[in-house]
């Protein structure tokens, strides 16, 4: 079991916020011992879905680190009516275990390995929410260059300032674990890669409106952080952005 060593943010290190994170702790623990949050093998999808239509695109979604929730079936049911199928994948059960930038774009490069050539899709949406859009900008790097060039858009919905690989109980009290990272320069990074960046009107910790045009597509939607359940316009906000190519 790895240790994770928890750091509240500036001046708000209070003995409630840590009673609330060693709660969260126990809380974590008794479901994992349950066996209820991850049944099966943690590097699988936690949801597959098809979609008819002959386009040539899949779609991989990477969910916050509550869970594959309502936004991220939400977010399915919008691009699979619009014809793209959906490989989703839970990041608090696959990000339960620290992962490496390296090993989580070995697991996704194995993922669209096998489902362009299951549904004959040549081209690839990658979408991050939460959680998810924190660690996609690090994880994106390290696919193999055949599948970054298939990469038709990185949609990062509800980017916050510090990502990780691992989802903690101070996750969820965004208390950030040792290993946390600087996401903006993370984005940087990708420049050149087709982008957008979805925020909500009233969130108050994306990062979105800060970043440079240049660099990444932004769009503004209604809501906070979770958009008030208009999942409908996140998809079509992402379809949107797609390169006319």
Known sequence: MSVVTLRAPPGRRTPLRLLLALVAALALAAAASGGWLWRQDDRLPAAVTPAAGGGDTLAVIY?????????????????????????????LRYFRTARTPQDAAADLAASLRRYMA????????????????????KIVPFLPADLRARVRLVALVGLEPRGELQVHPGSWLNMAGR????????????????????YGSRE??????????????RVELRGGHHFDRDYAAISRAILQALPRA
Do not use: H, N
Not at 67 to 87: E, K, N, S, Y
């Open 63 to 91: 969910s916050g680190d509550g869970g594959w929730a309502a936004i991220d079936r939400g977010l399915t049911d919008g691009l699979v009516r619009a014809g793209t199928p959906v490989v989703g994948y839970s990041s």
């Open 118 to 137: 299951a549904w004959g899709k040549r081209r690839v949406i990658l979408v991050g929410y939460s959680f998810g859009a924190d660690a996609l900008p």
């Open 179 to 198: 290993d946390a990272y600087a996401v903006a320069p993370a984005v940087a990074a990708l420049r050149g890669a087709p982008m957008v960046c979805i």
């Open 204 to 217: 108050t910790r994306s990062i979105c409106p800060g970043l440079p045009p240049a660099l990444i597509r």
